[in-house]
């Protein structure tokens, strides 16, 4: 498979997906010879692998992996935003939640520092105060 700068060379469900230069490429053939994409699921072992010189790209790390990464001058840090889908649920039997307008209305708004609103962010997201404080200055 492959009719764009790369062709399919292995494929291992869950592990790794390799890829080769397609030298008849329409555009050119890419610098890279091979393409290696392995699943890491763990960020601790994505981190310690990045730090050891051993992949080139880590995806998703926490955090705590980033901090310990800041000083680094071997590692070049790239943050970029991503989308995502929320679920909010309501306690309907809280009369402070029973009127979901008042709610949604509270977060279009970006009225973070309503007390509800900031218990809701904290729990249904599992942040912590500092995640908190960084959705406030975005909004």
Known sequence: AGSGPFTLNTWKAAELLSLDANTNYWDGVPKMKRVIIRQISQAATQRLLLEKGDVDIACDLGPDQLDGLKDNKDVKLHAQPKGGIWYLGLNQKDKALSNPKVIVETLRQGQVTHPY???????????????????????
């Open 117 to 139: 609103t900031r218990q809701l962010l904290t729990a249904s997201r599992g942040y912590d105060r500092s995640r908190i404080d960084a959705f406030e200055d975005f909004t």
